[in-house]
């Protein structure tokens, strides 16, 4: 099913940003933008962690924010 990725699969989708996109493009989807996505992935070691990995898949760039924004999401189906 539909789930969210975790920041490390986010991560690595910027080894193949073109070729995904390229992909998606001649498949006539939405391609993955440049801008910053959620992951799953919790910053912090307790269960209540405030902040998520938010990751930019044109580049692999990774920070940490808080949950309570607001941000891009996008979904993965599991294979």
């Not at 975790?6 to 391609?31: D, H, P, R, V, W």
């Amino acid at each position: 099913g539909w789930y969210l990725p975790a920041a490390g699969e986010l991560k690595a989708m910027s080894y193949s940003y073109g070729a995904i996109n390229l992909g998606l493009q001649k498949l006539s989807k939405t391609q993955i933008s440049s801008n910053y996505y959620w992951s799953s992935s919790e910053y912090g070691n307790n269960a209540g962690a405030s902040f998520a990995w938010d990751v930019r898949p044109s580049d692999g760039n990774m920070y940490y924010g808080h949950k309570t924004g607001s941000g891009r999401v996008r979904c993965v189906l599991a294979l």
